[in-house]
């Protein structure tokens, strides 16, 4: 079982923030307290922002990818 206590909490955070896991450090939060919540608003806003914009560059990079491997494909010659 998971120590919930607000100090175990944020040190499950910092190692998911310090992995890159940033989708962990929000999920991790919400079982903070309201008022541990309140206090890290700020950051955990930030956190959500990056997650946003990571998502979004994500799904640019794979339309561009998509995008550009249709326009590299060779073209069919028709075979008569």
């Known amino acids: 079982v998971d120590d919930k206590s607000t100090e175990a909490v ?4 910092e190692i998911a923030l310090n992995g890159g896991r940033l989708g962990d ?3 991790q939060s919400k079982t903070l307290s309201q008022k541990a919540q309140d206090a890290a608003r700020p950051f955990l806003d930030k956190v ?3 997650v946003s914009v990571d998502a ?3 799904a640019l990079e794979a339309q561009l990818k998509s995008s550009l491997g249709t326009a590299a494909a060779p ?5 008569h």
Not at 10 to 13: E, F, L, N, P, Q
Not at 75 to 79: I, M, T
């Open 10 to 13: 944020i040190g499950r955070m």
């Open 25 to 27: 450090v929000l999920d």
């Open 48 to 50: 959500s922002a990056r």
């Open 56 to 58: 979004a560059v994500a």
């Open 75 to 79: 073209e069919q010659k028709p075979s």
